[in-house]
């Protein structure tokens, strides 16, 4: 057991940690005020290959591990803490990963190179109007006819739905097939005609846009469907699988970022007479905040292990260790996450609620994973308790 980095880890950390500091940083509170990713933070991310960086390099990725790449979403959720650029990141690896893996030839050399170099979108097009963890009842509709396959229906709550209109680029796009024989997973580019783009105000991490998007017959070519007609649902599921270990990771990275500005804080601001960090009040909690975020750090990093040994390997696209590890992470770290800058700003009394300081927009932009991106947190309960008690046990079965 070795928990050391490699060469080529510790030079990606190091390396994606001076992006962070030197260009990301100056830029936050700009991102967290914009309405959509600023085209020089994607371009910047494709020019040093973080982008979509599980992509083979014959697509223009860097063919990097999940363990790679989970720690490049620590240090985007420490740069960024609104958590936008971090959603683009985890976006375009994780989904990016999906095409490349069951995409078609022609759909891998069109779509994943322009993602890979910042000039495309590419994100998940999932949750419906009427919920979003529940992929298997998905109501959006597909069908073949002819050569290509028609789409009719809504999508809610997506992200980068301008990204995709403007830049171009489009969505992976869970379908129900209209005979009712499975499900497809296609994608869809953004401008194709009948699909109409809205747009929705988050109270967090507006530097990414979230919108709807409305299929009135649109059409794709059969190139763009994933994998095999009707056999959709499991490679979503894998898609989300491993995108969800990087919403962990981006979590860590954003509640070890508040934990630094507090541990700062607490050392100069007087209270009677003293630091404030010489109250043991503090002193517990900031001993508690870190033992949490090491050991979720370190769950996180399991799980991209594993995430490595049976997804990125091609031994299996579900594996219930991984989806046991992967919904832990995803359940603990955004709360874990939220709680630190909390207390962070508690620690800073009425200056933490002030812009000034920052954490509230990391404040805003966790709580995105609490209320549900990437999977609600009763849902990431549910498939614990699935692979802990046996599919039997499900309340919905």
């Not at 950390?13 to 992006?19: G, L, P, Y």
């Amino acid at each position: 057991m070795d928990f050391g980095f490699s060469d080529e880890e510790a030079s990606i950390q190091a390396s994606v940690r001076r992006f962070g500091n030197e260009f990301l940083r100056p830029r936050e509170r700009m991102i967290d005020e914009g309405d959509q990713i600023p085209r020089d933070v994607a371009s910047e991310m494709g020019r040093i290959g973080i982008l979509a960086m599980p992509v083979p390099e014959a697509y223009g990725g860097m063919g990097a591990s999940a363990a790679q790449t989970e720690l490049v979403a620590e240090e985007i959720g420490r740069a960024d803490t609104s958590m936008a650029t971090a959603v683009f990141f985890l976006l375009e690896a994780g989904w990016g990963y999906l095409l490349s893996k069951y995409g078609t030839e022609a759909a891998r050399k069109e779509v994943l190179p322009p993602v890979t170099r910042g000039e495309h979108f590419l994100g998940i097009a999932s949750t419906e109007p009427g919920g979003g963890s529940d992929i298997a009842g998905e109501q959006t509709l597909s069908w073949r006819d002819g050569d290509d396959f028609v789409l009719q229906g809504e999508k809610a709550f997506i992200s980068g739905v301008i990204e995709a209109r403007d830049w171009g680029g489009g969505h992976l796009t869970i379908t129900r097939q209209r005979d009712g024989k499975g499900m497809n997973l296609l994608y869809v580019p953004t401008r194709t005609q009948g699909v109409t783009v809205g747009r929705f105000k988050n109270m967090g991490r507006m530097g990414i846009s979230t919108g709807s998007l409305t299929y009135d017959e649109a059409r794709v070519p059969a190139r763009y469907l994933i994998g095999t007609e009707g056999r959709g649902l499991p490679m979503s599921l894998e898609g989300f699988t491993v995108a969800r270990t990087f919403v962990a990771a981006a979590c860590v990275g954003a509640a070890e970022r508040a934990l630094e500005i507090g541990k700062e804080y607490v050392k100069v601001r007087q209270v009677f007479g003293k630091p404030l960090g010489k109250y043991e009040g503090i002193q517990f909690e900031l001993a508690d905040l870190h033992a949490e975020i090491e050991a979720v750090k370190w769950q996180c990093r399991k799980a991209a292990w594993l995430v490595d040994q049976r997804l990125f390997s091609g031994k299996s696209s579900h594996d219930s260790e991984v989806d046991l590890a992967v919904a832990a992470v995803k359940l603990m770290a955004p709360e874990l996450a939220f709680d630190t800058f909390k207390k962070v700003m508690m620690w800073h009394g009425a200056s933490g609620y002030t812009k000034d300081v920052g954490l509230e927009m990391g404040l805003r932009g966790v709580t995105s994973y609490l209320v549900g991106a990437e999977g609600g947190l009763n849902v990431m309960r549910l498939i614990m308790a699935r692979e802990l008690l046996g599919k039997e046990f499900l309340p919905y079965r």
